[in-house]
């Protein structure tokens, strides 16, 4: 067999589910092995996970949190992809067309991650002003939401 039929074998579809499930979770492992930031998102989905377990978040609440941090993590595969197709395009060779797309992949996960900051903070100011003390109307009203 030499290197076309190979080739040409390992593009082929997959033939059933569970070698799909098999090659996406490949897919998932060499990312978290490659990409630096992508275990920092998982490292703050796992703090985040803990500190609304630890407050009790709510029904709703949990959605947006997850909502939230899937946004990023999903920008941040989306960006990783981005990337290795840019780098297989130009051999690894600077083009400035490259750099843009490049910078504007690394923007989009900026504004997925603001995007989740944001909504993190909307769900958790209420219980670490609490937890602080700090009682305003609008951490009261939550407090007073929960019962």
Do not use: C
Request: avoid cysteine; charge should be positive; glycine fraction near 6%.
């Amino acid at each position: 067999m030499d290197s076309r039929d190979k080739a040409k074998d390992a593009v082929k579809r997959n033939k059933n589910f569970f070698r799909s499930m098999i090659n996406a979770l490949s897919g998932i492992f060499r990312v978290l092995a490659r990409e630096r930031n992508m275990r920092f998102h998982l490292f703050f989905a796992l703090v985040i996970i803990l500190v609304g377990l630890y407050f009790g978040l709510n029904r709703s609440e949990w959605l947006w949190v997850v909502i939230a941090v899937f946004l990023a993590i999903y920008g941040e595969f989306l960006n990783t992809v981005v990337e290795s197709v840019v780098d297989l395009i130009v051999d690894y060779k600077y083009h400035p067309l490259a750099g843009f797309i490049k910078d504007v992949s690394a923007g989009m996960v900026l504004v997925a991650v603001s995007a989740e900051m944001i909504i993190l903070f909307l769900i958790f100011q209420p219980y670490v002003w609490r937890y602080f003390g700090i009682v305003t109307n609008f951490s009261q009203f939550i407090h007073d939401l929960k019962g």
